[in-house]
């Protein structure tokens, strides 16, 4: 089973972080490995590209003559692919040794159409103490509550997720006007959505293995608490906007939100009381608010859509 591996990258400034992506692929411990690299309209960096890695074994390039954004460049690299599977990895990313190998002993074991791994942090400028693990997703890490282990979901972040090739390219790849749609550039989701429509058309959602983990950079700007609440609250619009374009787009959330708020804070509550410490009230005061802005960016988007 051949895995091509989609790696987008537009910052000139990012270059350093792609390389390590891009090597990290290469470096698996799965020998049949392709990288497709898509350079989405920076010429300066398409000179960088081509310099360092046209001509390598197993790397395709492509680049996109103007900028046409990520879901769109994801869908290009999935075509100039060759593989069996299609994965996606960012540029701020890091896959592990055996990333690869983990998603195709998934594909192996079961008829999965799409095969997604965790996301681990890896902090740059170091854990915000403040920010509780039920809230990791908001800067691209699979946050507890998540899954207990291994098994269906409907799907897992976009710099960790596979598809058969053949089902991605039937289902005609990501919507990429999302991020675009009616000008909403704050509009996030486009895993969910394709993940939503391969479930009602094939039966099934992503097959997630814990094992296969791929380290997200959170970099210093990604922990200040202003950036952290208007992601929270760009979350919870998108939340709503997903749920006006499937109708199994919200499920999940509905489900995680019980959670947090009949199991993690009371919990959190009780362990405040028998161990109290500063950063624990701290914790719970950050879940608390956070909750509050996913919360009232669902409200607005119920108005806007």
């Not at 899954?147 to 960790?160: H, K, L, Y």
């Not at 390219?169 to 550039?185: P, Q, S, T, Y």
């Not at 970099?219 to 749920?243: C, H, I, N, V």
Request: glycine share 10%.
């Amino acid at each position: 089973m051949q895995v091509s591996v989609v790696l987008c990258t537009y910052s000139p400034g990012a270059y350093e972080h792609f390389q390590e992506a891009a090597r990290s692929v290469l470096d698996q411990t799965y020998a049949d490995v392709e990288l497709v690299v898509v350079v989405d309209g920076d010429e300066r960096l398409a000179k960088w590209v081509r310099r360092d890695w046209a001509g390598r074994d197993g790397v395709v390039l492509v680049v996109n003559e103007e900028n046409r954004g990520l879901l769109a460049s994801r869908n290009v690299g999935a075509r100039k692919a060759t593989g069996d599977v299609v994965a996606f990895i960012d540029d701020d990313a890091v896959a592990d040794e055996r990333w690869v190998a983990e998603l195709v002993r998934t594909y192996e074991r079961t008829d999965a159409p799409a095969v997604g791994g965790k996301m681990t942090p890896a902090w740059v400028a170091g854990r915000p103490r403040f920010l509780p693990e039920e809230f990791y997703f908001l800067v691209g890490v699979t946050h507890r509550g998540f899954a207990d282990g291994p098994g269906e979901v409907r799907n897992t972040f976009g710099s960790n997720i596979s598809f058969r090739r053949e089902v991605f390219l039937a289902l005609d790849g990501f919507d990429e006007d999302i991020g675009g749609r009616k000008g909403e550039k704050n509009l996030q989701g486009g895993e969910t959505e394709l993940c939503a429509r391969m479930r009602a058309e094939y039966g099934s959602g992503v097959m997630y293995n814990p094992e296969a983990e791929v380290a997200h950079k959170v970099f210093a700007y990604r922990t200040d608490p202003r950036w952290l609440l208007d992601r929270a609250f760009w979350q919870g619009y998108s939340k709503r906007a997903m749920e006006t374009m499937t109708s199994d787009a919200g499920g999940e959330e509905s489900a995680f939100l019980a959670r947090l708020l009949l199991d993690y804070v009371p919990g959190r509550c009780r362990n405040l009381v028998a161990r109290p410490s500063r950063d624990a009230a701290v914790e719970l005061l950050s879940l608390v608010v956070l909750t509050g802005a996913v919360g009232a960016g669902y409200a607005y988007g119920i108005l806007r859509w």
